[in-house]
């Protein structure tokens, strides 16, 4: 059973786990859970993708129950109507707020890209950030007695592909967990000491307009236990309080 966030008669949101696909890909045929058959069959509805998270990131979901109100809420996407905020666990201390330019190469995938258009000029990429915390912890990872980790807050302007990974390695803050642009010894390091086995990227909002209603909706997705065991391990509890949860209990049986 996946967490639904949020349902009326034109639209649901659900809680993606981290590991999840939105839906199904030849790409990963051998996969068989996916977030859009089981919401379908847990409400016992049609369901329409409007948007995405990729698969190893964990948050808010949201999908219609018509193509009507799909092609609304797509429309709300591309004008960029819609805001959405993210949380990450990067390497190294990030302390300052600012607004990242910085524009990107279209990642094209080996087989299911094969016949788009090559050495395409950078997108504009654009991702407001901010350091909420930092802590060292002391425990060897590479060649360093501690390791250093931030807590940041991110709101990407843009909608490039991996755009928040991509912009967090270009400013030398990898998100621990990211096997494809991060630092693969903090993650190594990360999973030993922290029991992290996931990328630490979570969507943690999606603020918008109801399409139907026009309402202001401001849906939240939970952190699940890997955040909460980081959030606890790092005395980060607290800062990210909309989307912490209460009855959360740490590894060490105690509540938190």
């Known amino acids: 059973m996946l967490e639904i966030i949020y349902q009326d008669e034109w639209l649901v949101a659900v809680n993606k786990p981290s590991g999840w696909l939105v839906h199904r890909s030849w790409l990963d045929r051998h996969e068989t859970v996916f977030v859009m058959q089981t919401v379908r069959d847990q409400i016992g509805k049609h369901v329409f993708t409007v948007h995405r998270l990729d698969r190893p990131t964990s948050g808010v979901l949201l999908m219609a129950l018509s193509s009507e109100v799909a092609h609304l809420l797509s429309q709300q996407f591309e004008n960029h109507q819609i805001q959405k905020r993210y949380h990450a666990v990067t390497r190294g201390w990030l302390e300052d707020e600012a607004l990242l330019d910085y524009p990107l190469v279209e990642e094209l995938d080996k087989i299911a890209d094969k016949k788009a258009t090559q050495n395409k000029d950078p997108q504009p990429a654009v991702t407001h950030y901010r350091g909420m915390a930092t802590v060292e912890m002391p425990v060897p990872v590479g060649r360093y007695p501690t390791a250093r980790y931030?807590?940041?807050?991110?709101?990407?302007?843009?909608?490039?592909?991996?755009?928040?990974?991509?912009?967090?390695?270009?400013?030398?803050?990898?998100?621990?967990?990211?096997?494809?642009?991060?630092?693969?010894r903090q993650n190594r390091g990360a999973?030993?000491?922290?029991?992290?086995?996931?990328?630490?990227?979570?969507?943690?909002?999606?603020?918008?307009?109801?399409?139907?209603?026009?309402?202001?909706?401001?849906?939240?997705?939970?952190?699940?236990?890997?955040?909460?065991?980081?959030?606890?391990?790092?005395?980060?509890?607290?800062?990210?309080?909309?989307?912490?949860?209460?009855?959360?209990?740490?590894?060490?049986?105690?509540?938190?």
């Open 191 to 256: 999973a030993e000491h922290f029991g992290c086995e996931r990328l630490m990227l979570h969507a943690s909002q999606l603020s918008l307009t109801h399409p139907i209603t026009g309402e202001a909706l401001c849906l939240r997705a939970s952190l699940d236990d890997t955040w909460m065991q980081m959030m606890s391990q790092f005395g980060w509890r607290g800062l990210l309080s909309d989307v912490e949860r209460v009855e959360f209990v740490a590894s060490n049986g105690q509540d938190e």
């Open 150 to 184: 931030s807590l940041v807050e991110l709101e990407p302007k843009t909608g490039r592909k991996h755009q928040l990974r991509r912009h967090m390695s270009h400013l030398r803050h990898p998100i621990i967990g990211d096997s494809k642009h991060g630092d693969l």
